[in-house]
């Protein structure tokens, strides 16, 4: 078995799979901004999942890694930094553990769902809180973008200089708009959301050239809210490219926006095991 944990800024999941992929079980618990009560909490939901045929640990963080020394450099929008969590679970359940970006292990799913399987180059866009980014070919991440940051490129927005994520994200619709994306219904505002998220997409996609688009989060269960209005700016915006330099990915919503990271985890481990 394999136990794959996603760690989100207000909620932690810890699931449960079956050697050949089935979702068994599912724990979930508030995240706790401070990190040894944090810890405690994590173990605890990870002994209430524990069975000794649990093989692999994978756990996603929403943020950059250490991958020499396997340390978390950063958690995003938590406030730890230079932690060691790969270490304190392996000591703890005496078992392997792996750790990777909480969207490079949701795109890593999201690749692998049917529709995906028809496309060789992969870039999932992750819009919730923040934008992550995860992009995967010929099924597996590439190492080189392991730990590119789409959210943080900076493009000048209102008069200054601004990370995407800080003018595009969920907490920048709220802070924009005064409300959470879910009780946004006017098609006007939801116009303005898809031309700052076209922003970014317009330059990942030239940089990348994927050929499938995926976007998920929480704002990704709103795809079909903003999907025409994006289609329209990115077509607008390739127009001043010619055929040779720049095409269009296909573009889709998530398959599964709200459990693609620990699906991704545990695809992750079954690479893992069968390379050992």
Not at 32 to 44: E, G, K, M, N, R
Not at 206 to 213: E, G, K, N, V, Y
Not at 246 to 269: D, F, M, R, T
């Amino acid at each position: 078995m394999i136990l794959s944990i996603d760690i989100g800024g207000t909620k932690t999941l810890v699931a449960r799979f079956t050697q050949d992929g089935k979702l068994v079980q599912r724990h979930k618990f508030p995240t706790s901004h401070d990190y040894a009560s944090f810890t405690v909490d994590l173990i605890a939901g990870i002994s209430k999942l524990w069975s000794d045929k649990v093989q692999t640990i994978v756990v996603a963080v929403p943020g950059r890694i250490d991958r020499e020394s396997n340390v978390v450099v950063s958690f995003g929008n938590l406030p730890w930094k230079n932690v060691d969590i790969a270490k304190t679970l392996a000591k703890e359940f005496n078992t392997t553990v792996l750790i990777d970006n909480d969207a490079n292990l949701a795109g890593l799913a999201e690749a692998h769902t049917p529709y995906a399987r028809n496309y060789r180059k992969v870039l999932y866009i992750t819009i919730s809180t923040g934008i992550g980014t995860g992009f995967v070919v010929n099924g597996a991440l590439s190492p080189l973008l392991a730990n590119s940051e789409g959210g943080h490129i900076v493009f000048p927005h209102n008069g200054k200089q601004m990370d995407w994520e800080d003018f595009a994200s969920g907490r920048a619709i709220k802070e924009q708009y005064g409300k959470f994306a879910y009780e946004i219904t006017d098609p006007k505002t939801w116009e303005k959301i898809a031309d700052d998220l076209s922003i970014g997409f317009q330059h990942l996609i030239a940089i990348l050239q994927p050929d499938l688009l995926v976007i998920g989060g929480s704002i990704g269960t709103h795809f079909d809210k903003f999907s025409k209005y994006l289609d329209d700016d990115l077509k607008s915006l390739a127009e001043n490219f010619s055929d040779s330099l720049y095409s269009l990915p296909e573009i889709s919503k998530a398959q599964h926006p709200q459990e693609a990271v620990v699906y991704g985890g545990y695809l992750l481990a079954e690479n893992s095991l069968k390379n050992d």
